[in-house]
């Protein structure tokens, strides 16, 4: 049988049970359609989200309608019918992981997007306790829950998961608190984001291994913002100039830049951003900071994104006379 079918069985026993008995005990409609009481939590969540006014009385445990209101049989299965449809459309289409917690930590819904995330079934989700999760201790995913449910403001954060079944995962992690009735409720959106951070990691480790490539160089290399400030540059380079790196990366190389090259220079680099060069070579002079100048080769190219758009200039400096000029 199709599970909204048997869904919809249970869920008119329960609107039954309540018509004609007033008040009923989650544990009992357990016992009588062979569930857990989970299972009941989760159908009377799913009355409450159709429309039914269901209410928890905590004096005697019981759930029961809102006073005065009129139950029709006739109209509620179809009724009820379009209400599940709609819900289960809504839940099921999305392609972001969506479960839902109680106060207690049980998980009372969940769509199929979090059980393929996660690899498993929708039906072992919702056996689950964040409480008694290893994976939600060891992330922050628990302290993260215990903040949302104790403050009401929403979360979002990544978090590096080994899931429950053995699932190694990064995801984005979006928690919200909302009220039913008297019971607090933790929604959880969840989104793989596992290839992401393998490209980050990638770029990540591309840039340590440029950086690595720059700083043994044996001759001076620098990066270059396009208007001409010094961001990255190795020590063969400082040697060169007189600058320590924390002097010189305040710097462009239009302030070290002896005046009479620095035309030709800035022409260049003009070429280079409009297109009709890729790179420049050329021999000129810069100036040092104990004011001596010096003589170097000069080397640029220019690094572009996949949009062919200019990121940056990269530098090769090599002094030509050990002789300085003051």
């Known amino acids: 049988m199709p599970r909204n079918t048997t869904k919809l069985n249970s869920l008119m026993f329960i609107l039954n049970q309540l018509d004609s008995h007033k008040r ?43 006073d005065g209101y009129s139950f029709s049989k ?12 709609l819900q289960s459309r809504i839940f099921g289409a999305t392609k972001i992981g969506l479960l839902t917690y109680d106060s207690s930590g049980g998980c009372v819904e969940a769509n199929d997007a979090a059980a393929s995330l996660l690899s498993t079934s929708r039906e072992k989700l919702l056996k689950q306790n964040y409480f008694e999760l290893e994976s939600w201790k060891s992330s922050g995913l628990l302290l993260m829950a215990l903040e949302v449910m104790s403050t009401g403001n929403e979360r979002t954060s990544e978090f590096n998961v080994l ?6 995962v990064w995801i984005k992690c979006g928690m919200s608190q909302f009220k039913l009735n008297a019971g607090n409720y933790l929604l959880l959106s969840v989104q793989d984001i596992s290839e992401r951070k ?18 043994n160089a044996p001759i ?4 270059v913002s396009l208007n001409g400030k010094f961001m990255l540059v190795n020590q063969a380079l400082c040697e060169i100039v007189g600058y320590e790196k924390s002097e010189l990366e305040k710097l462009t190389f239009q ?5 009479d090259d620095l035309s ?14 890729k790179t420049y070579s050329m021999k000129k002079r810069y100036i040092r900071k104990d004011r001596q100048m010096v003589c170097i080769q000069l080397s640029v190219s220019m690094a572009r994104n996949s949009f062919e758009i200019p990121q940056y200039f990269i530098s090769q400096i090599q002094e030509l006379v050990i002789h300085r000029i003051n």
């Open 74 to 85: 006739v109209d509620s299965k179809s009724e009820l019918r379009k209400a599940i449809d």
């Open 264 to 277: 030709a220079d800035l022409e260049n680099v003009r070429k280079m951003l409009e297109g009709s060069i």
């Open 220 to 223: 001076g290399m620098a990066v």
């Open 198 to 215: 393998k490209l980050e990691f990638a770029l990540k480790e591309s840039e340590e291994r440029f950086k690595q490539i720059l700083e």
């Open 163 to 168: 899931t429950t079944f053995d699932k190694n």
């Open 24 to 66: 009923v005990i989650a544990s009992q409609l357990a016992e009588r359609l062979g569930v857990s009481d989970r299972t009941i939590y989760r159908y009377i969540i799913s009355l409450q989200d159709a429309g039914y006014p269901i209410y928890f009385d905590r004096t005697d445990i019981t759930y029961r309608f809102a």
């Open 255 to 259: 302030d070290i830049t002896h005046p």
